[in-house]
Structure formats: structure tokens, C-alpha cells
């Protein structure tokens, strides 16, 4: 098995940087591959297994292409102050004021002036002493054939110095360490959406060791280890409680704000917070293989799960280098004007295009994470963006997925209580799902039940009990009229229609012989859904149509209720194939599920979306796309973050290509001086950190 070994590269601002590190990495003997994550600052290396490379040679290659290397600390980011609008807004203001005293201060001829009075060994001081750190790593780049984004402002700082223009060479420096300001500016604005993830995970733990509490690192808790969390408190782990009572919010890691009241015997998770109470928990998992480490670990390598646009603009700024490098030559030699070829060498600025995706999808994703959306890549939201047709798996989708108490009919002389209160004391023990659904009613009613006697299943009846000094029977008609002597009619007096709806179960139960009531059950639908399906079809869903294994009454019964198409009594091959049929057809598919069997067609679907509970593996493993909360208002705002990304994104590219059609003109007609074309070269950066951190606003 190939041995991974997980570098932090710090001082990457642009997708050419992440390509660097990764040639370099991979020219190293004994590297397999290499995967250079540009927003998450991590490259994940794959050694030989035979001849692996050691951990020292690869941060050797790295720091040799110009980078720097850190130790790895999942908690470092954690560190990073969130950047506010009045920094962007004090950035642009430093870039326009200098970019105004650069156009300022050639027309009234001060650079003329300057480069007149400056000696040569003045001009290469200041050239070499301000940008010695970037020409290094642009020599070695150039050693190994590569080009970095650097490399073209370095060759205009060069042809300045040639032709001893050394002031207008020493403005170029100053404002390409500018510009590496501002890209960095706008990549770590993106990073921030992922470290405020990384802020809620708890860094300590309160551990019970040899009858004292002790406090460790969270990821160093054991399994089965009992944690103590207080109130107000960040709960460390995922586990069990043991003991104690408290009102979590799980908002952290589901984006729900209502809390939810915990006791004995129920799961908590890391990175929920404990209100109005302590709690004793026993350890299941700690770390990154907790719910919300999973969830964070999968967020960062989001980055590696690239679209087709942001793999398009990585070639395209590759190709962009060269040609502006002919666009300069072709303006000296038509033109002999050495300035107006330096200008266009440093007016371009390639590293754009590269950014104009990545910081709009990671910005993205971050957010959504924080809402309850996991979506595991930019090709995922891009493909979202795209989907004309949305198929939706019925049970544990559109409804539950388990059966509900919907009503309770006593017959004259009976409450609904003491008709429930018989069907839950005597199903007590029962495994049967609709036994379930009868104690859960009861105890919603916070009715107090009775310990059963003589408990008895009859198979594909119901059951009989001994509930105090009654005979209960809970089950179907046929059992209550065996045990009404064959009289149907008798079952029937006072209940009312006797035949179940479509989706409906009867309970009937009967005391001493005596029919007492019926309860209904069914497979309820999700609340909200029919709200959520219409915002669903504004967002320009053509086609939503159900598929579901359920027999055709039951599946049309719901269809109908909502204004869906339907597909029943399916396997799941058959819903592989109408997922087929549909893209066959040219349609770009969703296919949401539970992830439990219906995994083959989400994995099918051009996007699957899995809806489940948090802290289940199928829930956060089960599709690209993961509701992190049974809530389908999710999904109309998982569909608006994916047009709105993309919409950014175009927007991003439009201005950064009208710029530089624009600026290229300027500057290869004489029309822009060097100086300024220095001063222009960040406005792209700085348009796409304005235009991305739109993304950034917590909208639902």
C-alpha cells in the first residue's frame, strides 16, 4: 500500500504557485504523485513504495521552488483573523491613491525627472533589495523551465533596467510586492470560509483518568473514555450520554438553530454546544473521525474536485504567459518603444483567470457547510447550476421513512389517551416498527404506560398482552374479528370508514374482548415539502419526478398530494436505468436519496444528493452532495448557492478578461506607461476579492 505523507506549503496565491510546488514535488525520486491544494495551503504526496522519498527531501524541494514549509497543525488556521469589509474596503483605497499617484506623477514628468538623477548602482540596490525574494523563486523556476506568475513583471523589471530606466524598474518592484499583497489578501478571504469551520472544533477535552479529570487535546481522547462537558461548553467527541441532561446546539455541524434536549442513551456530537447542563459522555469517535472532523477534512480537499470551468481557466492563464510575451515583442519591434513592451509585460495579470474560480467555490462551499450543506467540490456546485431535472427517492426522502401516529378514533366511551396508553403498554416490547411509532405517540402525550404480562406476537397479526387486569389486543381487522367471533360488523360499529387510504395502516385495539379504538399510522411526508418544491421549480427545475420501491397505491397517493410525477414499485436497477433514460435524453440529473438503497442511482445522477442523519456514515459518506440535516428547505437553497456561485464566477471572468483586452491595448499602443501598468496590475485581484466575498455573506 503507497505510503501519503501531508505537507502545509505556506505563501501560494495563485493556481501557478500550487503548480509549481507540485513539479517540484513530483521531479523529487521516490514521489508516486502529488495533489497541491492551493486554498487548504496542503499538498498530499504519494511515495514509491519501494524507494520512498523522505519527509526532509520533500520540504527541501518545496522551500527550493520558493515556498516555505510548516509544521502540519489541522488547528492553525484557527488562528487567522476573519477579514472584515473596511480592510477590502482600506485595500482598494491604497490601490487607487497609489495607482493615482503613479499617473499623477508621470504626466507632471517626476519619473523622468527621477531617472535622470539616479545612478545605476542606486536603481539596482533598491531593485535587488526590495525584490530579491521574488526574483529568486523566479530564477529557479526559470532553471527548471517553468514560468511562475511573477515571471512576467520580473521580465519587465529587467528590460527597464536594460535600457537604464531604473526608477520606472524600481516602481514596477515595489508594485509586484503589492500585488502579492493583494493576492494574498484574496485567497486567504476564501481560506476564512473554511477556518471558521476549524474555529468551532474544541481544541481540549476534560477526561475522566483514575478518578480525576484531566484536560487533553480533543483528537487525544480514546475510545470508550468518559468526557465531562459543563454547561456552556463545546462537546469534544461524538458519543453516547451516560449521564446528565442538557440542551445542545448542533448548529455548528447541522446549521439548525432550534436546540435539542439530550439525556441518558442519546448521541452528541463534537462541536455542538451544551446549554443549561452537564453531561458525562462515553467516547466513540474523536478528532478528524468525528462527525464535524470528517466534515471539515472533506471541505478542504473540496479543492480537488474541480469543474470543467476552473480546469479551463488553469490552461488558459498557462497558455495566457506566452502570448503576452509575443504581444510584447511584437510592440517593440513595430513600435522600437522599449517602455511600451515592459508596460505590456506588466499590465497582464494571468494569475486572475487562475483565481476567478477557486476563491468563488471554496468561499462557497465553506459557507454552505456552516448551513448544513456539504458539497464535496466546485464540480459539484457548477453541476448544480446546470440541472434541469430532479428525481427525489420516496421513503426517507420525501417522507420519514418510518410510520407516524396521524389519528386516533375511540370508539364511545373511550379517550384517544386511554386508547393509546392500552396500544403502547402492550406493544412495549414489541420490535415492530408501527410499535414504535404507537410508544413515540404516547410518549409525546407523556402518558404513563404499564409493564405488560403473558406478552404474545402472533405473526403477521398483531399481539396480545395482559396490560393490568385487561386483555389488550393490538393488531389488524382480521385479529380483532377472530377475536370478536368472525363479527365484522361489531369491529366496524362507531369507527367510522373501516378501510385504510392509500398509505395508511389501521391499528385496531380491542380490552376484554371490547374494540376500544382504531389508530392510524403512515409514512408521513417531510414537513415543508411542498413550500420547498415550489422554490425548487424556480430555480429552473424542469422535471421532478418520484421513484420509489412502494406499491403504486401508497407512492400515487403522496405524488398526488404534492403535483409530482411518480414511478412505483421499482427495484433499485430500475431506478439506475430511469436515471439512464433521463440523461440520455440530455438532461442534466439530481438524484436525491437517504443514501441507504438507493446509492447505485445517486452515484448514477450527474449530482447525488443524500439526505440523512448527521453522524451516520451513510449521511456524510453517501454522495457528492450531503443535507446534513433532514430539512428540505436545504434543498431549493443548495440549488439558489449553486446559481449564485456560478453567476460570480462568469462574473469574475468578464471583468478580469475585459481588463486585460483592455489594458494590453493601452499599454502595446504607448497610451499606458510602465508606472501605471505597475500600479493597474493588482485591479483584477482586487475585483475578483470584491465580487467572491459576496459569497461569504451567511445567506439562507
Known sequence: MAKQCELSVRGMDCAGCARHVQGALEDIPGVASADVRLMAERASVMLDDDAPASREALVRAVE???????????????????????????????????????????????????????????????????????????????????????????????????????????????????????????????????????????????????????????????????????????????????????????????????????????????????????????????????????????VETAEAHRGETEQWADKFSGYYLPVVVGVAAVTYFATGDAMSSVAVLVVACSCAFALATPVAMLASIGVSARRGLLVKGGRYLETLSQVDTLLIDKTGTLTVGRPEVTEIRPREGWSEDEVLRLAASAEQYAEHPLAGAVREAAGARAITLDTPDDFDAVPGRGIRAIVGEETVIVGNRRMIEEAAGGDGQAVAIDIGDSTPAAGETYLYVAANG??????????????????????????????????????????????????????????????????????????????????????????????????????????????????????????????????????????NFWFTGLYN????????????????????????????????????????
Open 64 to 298: 527550493a521552488a520558493g515556498y516555505d514549509v510548516d509544521e502540519l497543525d489541522t488547528r492553525r488556521s484557527t488562528g487567522r483573523e476573519h477579514t472584515e469589509r473596511r480592510s477590502l474596503l482600506l485595500l482598494a483605497g491604497t490601490v487607487v491613491l497609489v495607482l493615482g499617484l503613479a499617473a499623477v506623477g508621470h504626466g507632471l514628468g517626476y519619473v523622468e525627472w527621477l531617472e535622470a538623477r539616479t545612478p545605476w548602482w542606486a536603481g539596482l540596490a533598491g531593485v535587488l533589495a526590495l525584490g530579491y525574494p521574488v526574483f529568486k523563486s523566479v530564477g529557479r523556476a526559470a532553471v527548471k523551465l517553468r514560468v511562475t506568475a511573477h515571471t512576467l513583471m520580473t521580465a519587465g523589471v529587467v528590460a527597464a533596467a536594460v535600457v537604464g530606466a531604473w526608477v520606472t524598474a524600481f516602481v514596477i518592484v515595489i508594485f509586484m510586492r503589492l500585488g502579492d499583497y493583494v493576492e494574498h489578501a484574496t485567497t486567504e478571504r476564501a481560506r476564512d470560509a473554511i477556518s471558521g469551520l476549524m474555529k468551532a472544533a474544541p481544541q481540549t477535552a476534560r477526561v475522566e483518568r483514575d478518578g480525576e479529570e484531566v484536560d487533553v487535546p480533543a483528537d487525544q481522547v480514546e475510545r470508550g473514555e468518559i468526557v465531562v462537558v459543563r454547561p456552556g461548553e463545546k462537546i469534544p467527541v461524538d458519543g453516547r450520554v451516560v449521564s446528565g441532561r442538557a440542551v445542545i446546539d448542533q448548529s455548528a455541524v447541522t446549521g439548525e438553530p432550534v436546540p435539542v434536549e439530550v439525556m441518558d442513551g442519546d448521541d452528541v456530537y463534537a462541536a455542538t454546544i451544551a446549554e443549561g447542563g452537564a453531561l458525562r459522555i462515553q467516547t466513540e469517535e474523536a478528532g478528524s473521525e468525528t462527525t464535524f472532523g470528517r466534515v471539515v477534512t472533506m
Open 661 to 700: 483586452l483592455a489594458a494590453l491595448g493601452l499599454a502595446a499602443t504607448g497610451f499606458l506607461p510602465p508606472v501605471v501598468a505597475a500600479a493597474m496590475h493588482s485591479i483584477p485581484d482586487l475585483g475578483i476579492l470584491a465580487n467572491s466575498s459576496r459569497l461569504l455573506r451567511n445567506r439562507s
Open 514 to 651: 371490547t374494540l376500544a379504538g382504531v389508530i392510524v399510522t403512515a409514512d408521513r411526508a417531510r414537513k415543508g415539502i411542498a413550500e420547498a418544491l415550489d422554490a425548487v421549480r424556480q430555480q429552473g427545475i424542469e422535471t421532478i419526478e418520484v421513484l420509489t420501491g412502494d406499491r403504486e397505491e401508497a407512492a400515487q397517493a403522496l405524488a398526488k398530494r404534492l403535483g409530482l410525477d411518480v414511478q412505483s414499485e421499482l427495484l433499485p436497477e430500475d431506478k439506475i436505468e430511469i436515471v439512464r433514460e433521463y440523461q440520455r435524453a440530455g438532461k442534466t440529473v439530481a438524484m436525491i436519496g437517504d443514501g441507504v438503497n438507493d446509492a447505485p442511482a445517486l452515484a448514477q445522477a450527474d449530482v447525488g444528493i443524500a439526505m440523512g442523519d448527521v453522524g451516520t456514515d451513510i449521511a456524510v459518506d453517501a454522495a457528492p452532495v450531503v443535507l446534513l440535516r433532514e430539512d428540505w428547505s436545504l434543498v431549493p437553497d443548495l440549488l439558489r448557492t449553486a446559481n449564485r456561485t456560478m453567476n460570480v464566477v462568469k462574473g
